[in-house]
T-cell receptor, first 115, second 114 residues
Framework: EAGVTQSPTHLIKTRGQQATLRCSPI?????VYWYQQALGLGLQFLLW???????NRGNFPPRFSGRQFPNYSSELNVNALELEDSALYLC??????????????FGSGTQLSVL | AQSVTQLGSHVSVSEGALVLLRCNYS??????LFWYVQYPNQGLQLLLK??????LVKGINGFEAEFKKSETSFHLTKPSAHMSDAAEYFC????????????FGKGTKLSVKP
């Protein structure tokens, strides 16, 4: 069974550009979560999608957005990139939308560098 | 609001020694608690979780954690460290509600010396 896959592995952008990150969940999982892992800050929750809808959002500005497609894959878009957006972006999936009893399966991440 | 505090951003132990990684949480409702591990250049994987029931939870790779409500703690232990345990460990909390997101601590990097 394939795990959560993320692309690209690395992404280099310059300040002001837009970045698009992609995630394919494990087959059968309907929920996708995005986290930002910046150096020294741990994992910060960004977005949660389930069944194509945005269910919850972390404390990030509107230039962080995304969507979930009918096949449950997801895209994270970051507009007007700033230097502090440089981080590892992790995607996770779950078959239990509230994941109160389930567990998250994480991808290996996309390392975004903003120059 | 919920939060997690992991004491010690870096812990170093000798191979065969006890591993103790500390986690304290803050939650206004009964929490669900998790420990995840991140090996270099990989995503996170679940070590163990506490939802309800028995307060001593056993996970993979010989790790266990005990939920202590009176101390608001969920410390992770392993009796004997292996070199392969070197990784970053994250404690996380959710209240099991519909918010859908885990709140993670900042992580503790575990080094194991031969």
């Amino acid at each position: 069974e394939a795990g959560v896959t993320q692309s690209p592995t690395h992404l280099i952008k310059t300040r002001g550009q837009q970045a698009t990150l992609r995630c394919s969940p494990i087959s059968g999982h309907t929920s996708v979560y995005w986290y930002q892992q910046a150096l020294g800050l741990g994992l910060q929750f960004l977005l949660w999608y389930d069944e194509g809808e945005e269910r919850n959002r972390g404390n990030f500005p509107p230039r962080f957005s995304g969507r979930q497609f009918p096949n449950y894959s997801s895209e994270l878009n970051v507009n007007a990139l700033e230097l502090e957006d440089s981080a590892l972006y992790l995607c996770a999936s779950s078959f239990d939308p509230g994941h109160s009893r389930g567990k998250l399966f994480f991808g290996s991440g996309t390392q975004l560098s903003v120059l | 609001a919920q939060s997690v505090t992991q004491l010690g951003s870096h812990v170093s132990v000798s191979e065969g020694a006890l591993v103790l990684l500390r986690c304290n949480y803050s939650s206004s409702v009964p929490p669900y608690l998790f420990w995840y591990v991140q090996y270099p250049n990989q995503g996170l994987q679940l070590l163990l979780k506490y939802t309800t029931g028995a307060t001593l939870v056993k996970g993979i790779n010989g790790f266990e954690a005990e939920f202590k409500k009176s101390e608001t703690s969920f410390h992770l232990t392993k009796p004997s460290a292996h070199m392969s345990d070197a990784a970053e460990y994250f404690c996380a909390v959710t209240n099991g509600g519909s918010q859908g997101n885990l709140i993670f601590g900042k992580g503790t990097k575990l080094s194991v010396k031969p």
